[in-house]
């Protein structure tokens, strides 16, 4: 299978290549990603070398090249990881998601089409469907969108536009939504690794509110066996939810945090609450586990752990991230492989 990922170098997209190139290592794996903030090639630095590893920096928002790349490579999925991501970036700044997540993701769709690419998966978000009442069952692939802040806004439209593709066209289109992510190589304004980094380094612990915003929390591998899961043998023109049972408030991980890091109570700062932040999300995952036979790995404590653990060695990654130099540095090494690429006298 030659498949395309698009946001291949973020958090979550570089650990399905990963994963892909491990458990597959006959795919090709086109990886696009336009390198913005969030974008790391270090993530990526285990497929140095890897022929089937294809790395392309590019934007999907830019719809003929992204037609291009699916018709040279002969692409016989779309996996679309890339989003902006950040709730409280959108609050600041919402057109970004506007362009990326929507417009970014109907060129996508348009590109896919025309290239005749045979499955188009959307990772979405749980967020979609809104808050969920104290006690209430967690949300079905039949509960209504409901997206209250401009993140969830716009990947609620980035869906309708997938479903719409698939009843209008008849495109193999399906989509992914899933719970709060956690794991390895997370850009650090996320909760937990900022709250792994401040407290290995003794530094405050900001906690919106209460605390008690309460998020279903699964393992990035799991999320990523799930998607490709999805990939392999999903129906055409379904949606899948992805979860792993694990609700925790924000106060709880935090403070697992501070006992895995050897800190106390003390560090944790209580700050104002960021506005229209929704109290609780969850989801049922029946029908990924009966129709696909998925299930979670990782229980959440020895999980966590796991991730406190590689913060801990892995200073030099994190630390490149918060000072911007991981953009630096790889920035060159880009601008370096294009120069090679030129013919003499280019």
Avoid at 106 to 133: K, P
Avoid at 166 to 172: A, K, L, Q, V
Wanted: hydrophobic share 40%.
């Amino acid at each position: 299978m030659n498949l395309l990922v698009t946001g291949g170098a973020g958090f979550i997209g570089s650990a399905y290549v990963r994963m892909v190139r491990r458990v597959r290592p006959d795919d090709v794996v086109v990886n696009v990603d336009a390198l913005t903030y969030a974008g790391n090639l270090e993530n990526l630095r285990d497929l140095e070398g890897d022929p089937r590893h294809v790395f392309v920096r590019g934007d999907i928002r830019d719809g003929a090249a992204m037609l291009e790349l699916m018709r040279r490579h002969a692409i016989d999925a779309v996996v679309n990881f890339a989003a902006e991501s950040h709730v409280d970036r959108s609050i600041e700044a919402p057109e970004p998601f506007l362009e990326t997540n929507v417009a970014g993701t109907v060129r996508l769709l348009e590109a896919a089409r025309a290239a005749s690419v045979r499955r188009f998966v959307q990772i979405s978000t749980d967020e979609v469907y809104g808050m969920l009442a104290a006690g209430a069952p967690g949300f079905t692939e039949t509960s209504a969108l409901a997206a209250r802040n401009p993140y969830a806004a716009s990947k609620a439209a980035a869906d309708t536009f997938v479903v719409a593709f698939h009843h209008t066209h008849g495109m193999d289109a399906v989509i992914a939504r899933c719970s709060n992510n956690y794991g390895p190589f997370q850009f650090p304004e996320k909760l937990i690794p900022l709250m792994i980094l401040n407290a290995l380094d003794g530094a405050p612990l900001p906690l919106y509110g209460d605390g008690l915003h309460m998020r279903d929390w699964i393992h990035v591998d799991d999320h990523c066996a799930a998607v490709d899961a999805i990939v392999l043998g999903g129906r055409a023109g379904e949606i899948y939810n992805i979860a792993a049972d694990n609700e925790r408030t924000n106060l709880d991980v935090v403070r697992a945090i501070l006992r895995l890091t050897g800190r106390d109570d003390s560090l944790i700062r209580y700050v104002r609450d960021r506005p229209g932040h929704d109290r609780r999300y969850a989801m049922s995952t029946a029908k990924i586990r009966d129709s696909l036979g998925w299930r979670p790995r990782h229980a959440f404590d020895a999980g966590l752990a796991a991730t406190v653990s590689w913060y801990r060695d892995n200073r030099p990654w994190s630390d490149r991230v918060r000072s911007g130099a991981y953009r630096d540095y790889y920035e060159r090494q880009y601008a370096d492989r294009l120069a090679a690429a030129r013919p003499a006298g280019g």
